[in-house]
């Protein structure tokens, strides 16, 4: 099965995929990724709200802006909402989660369409791209099934499986987040959509790689300083 594939012969299933050229065949590891998406926010519900409430009395009661007399009021009115959401907030909170993992396919196929088509003059179609892109973040469920019994088990959101293993600075520092970044499924899913732009352009893994590696520094970097913000 080529959703299994994937993860141990990628270069043999892109290859079969390009072949076919059919849109149509993002949509299963889309649907997929929307799944475990769900299934993760249902399973990890109780950890997101105890989190949620120990953020927000945090924020709170640490913020200078808010008048001391006032602070326990606005606390008792916030962590009522977390603990009982309106329906609204419900529909939004699951519709947030099952799309995540697809809208980040569909944006990571617009920077391989431009990476691919502009930076090395390659002439290949949206739909071949999103296809590879939609297999290569596969990697992503594997991660979530990795990650979140780690989560329960731990009873914690912060699971590292990269450089942030090294526990160099604090939550929330600009350091911190980089390393966090630099992770091992970031890593092999960059890997997997430069073999398969290889595949796809017919030309030498290395030049993708480094490109998209650039690219994942960047989008690191620029993601954990604008983290380190407005945490």
């Known amino acids: 099965m080529k959703l299994l594939d994937v993860f141990l012969e990628?270069?043999?299933?892109?290859?079969?995929?390009?072949?076919?050229?059919?849109?149509?065949?993002?949509?299963?590891?889309?649907?997929?990724?929307?799944?475990?998406?769900?299934v993760s926010l249902f399973v990890l519900k109780d950890l997101l709200v105890e989190v949620q409430l120990v953020q927000t009395e945090k924020y709170i009661m640490d913020?200078?802006?808010?008048?001391?007399?006032?602070?326990?009021?606005?606390?008792?009115?916030?962590?009522?909402?977390?603990?009982?959401?309106?329906l609204l907030?419900?529909?939004?909170?699951?519709?947030?989660?099952?799309?995540?993992?697809?809208?980040?396919?569909?944006?990571?196929?617009?920077?391989?369409?431009?990476?691919?088509?502009?930076?090395?003059?390659?002439?290949?179609?949206?739909?071949?791209i999103l296809v590879m892109?939609?297999?290569?973040?596969?990697i992503s469920v594997l991660e979530l099934l990795v990650k979140v019994p780690l989560m329960i088990t731990q009873w914690r959101m912060d699971i590292q499986t990269g450089l942030g293993l090294l526990g160099i600075g604090?939550?929330?520092?600009?350091?911190y987040n980089f390393l966090s970044g630099m992770d091992f499924f970031s890593?092999?899913?960059?890997?997997?959509?430069?073999?398969?732009?290889?595949?796809?352009?017919?030309?030498e893994v290395k030049p993708f790689l480094i490109a998209l590696i650039i690219y994942w520094i960047f989008q690191t970097t620029l993601f954990s300083f604008l983290g380190s913000i407005f945490t």
């Open 10 to 38: 990628p270069r043999n299933v892109f290859t079969s995929l390009f072949e076919r050229k059919h849109w149509q065949d993002a949509l299963l590891p889309i649907f997929i990724t929307a799944v475990v998406g769900l």
């Open 63 to 86: 913020n200078s802006e808010i008048p001391e007399d006032q602070k326990e009021e606005i606390l008792i009115d916030s962590l009522d909402k977390i603990r009982n959401p309106s």
């Open 89 to 128: 907030m419900i529909v939004i909170g699951y519709s947030s989660s099952a799309l995540s993992t697809p809208l980040r396919i569909l944006m990571m196929s617009l920077i391989v369409l431009m990476i691919g088509n502009f930076f090395f003059g390659g002439k290949s179609s949206f739909g071949n």
């Open 133 to 138: 892109t939609s297999y290569a973040y596969m």
């Open 170 to 175: 604090e939550p929330g520092d600009f350091i």
């Open 187 to 203: 890593l092999w899913r960059i890997i997997l959509l430069a073999i398969g732009m290889s595949v796809l352009y017919r030309r």
